[in-house]
């Protein structure tokens, strides 16, 4: 890849999520709320912040189905793409060591992918009134925390080292719950 193709892939995806991000927020801002409402959730998350309104909300649920399309299923669509390329050379290699490897690498990106998109998908691209508050504190907490805070875990165990430094731990725990238990015996 060159440097100008990156800058403009760069400048592509900052100025959609920005043109995405200001319709949405005005399209959630503007509508009205009656009464005295506590938003429950941990973060303003358009989903939550709809639930609020006080009139009907279709139109702003629609286009928020229809900009989380665009948004969230074309780059899972495009990465998907991709895999397909990498699993085609892959297969095509000779040394079965070297796929196994190459499967194993990108088992782990798929993985992260999969709980990443998975959540957004479910939490962006469903009915508005399908789910429970807490069911959406849940999702919001679980894509913007447990998955980036997984991902360097997911990434480190591939690591043979890791899985070494892993597995002299786990015994090491092990050995010593043995020794406490021979020792209050």
Not at 91 to 102: E, F, H, I, N, P
Not at 152 to 171: C, F, G, Q, S, V
């Amino acid at each position: 890849m060159n440097p100008q193709l990156c800058l403009k892939m760069i400048i592509t995806v900052w100025s959609t999520s920005f043109v995405v991000s200001v319709i949405l927020c005005t399209l959630t801002v503007n509508l009205p709320r009656c009464g005295n409402n506590r938003l429950e959730h941990f973060l303003c998350e358009l989903p939550a912040m709809v639930k609020l309104a006080c009139i009907d909300t279709t139109t702003v649920e629609m286009s928020v189905f229809a900009l989380g399309i665009i948004i969230v299923i074309t780059p899972l669509i495009l990465i998907l793409i991709s895999y397909g390329y990498i699993a085609k050379a892959v297969l095509r290699m000779k040394s079965k060591a070297g796929q196994r490897k190459a499967m194993n690498t990108c088992g782990s990106h798929l993985t992260v992918v999969s709980i990443f998109y998975g959540t957004i998908i479910y939490m962006y691209l469903r009915p508005g009134n399908s789910a429970s508050k807490d069911q959406g504190k849940f999702l919001t907490l679980f894509y913007t925390i447990i998955t980036p805070s997984l991902n360097p875990l997911i990434y480190t165990l591939r690591n043979k080292d890791m899985k070494d430094a892993l597995k002299k731990l786990m015994r090491l725990d092990h050995e010593s719950k043995k020794l406490k238990k021979n020792w209050n015996s």
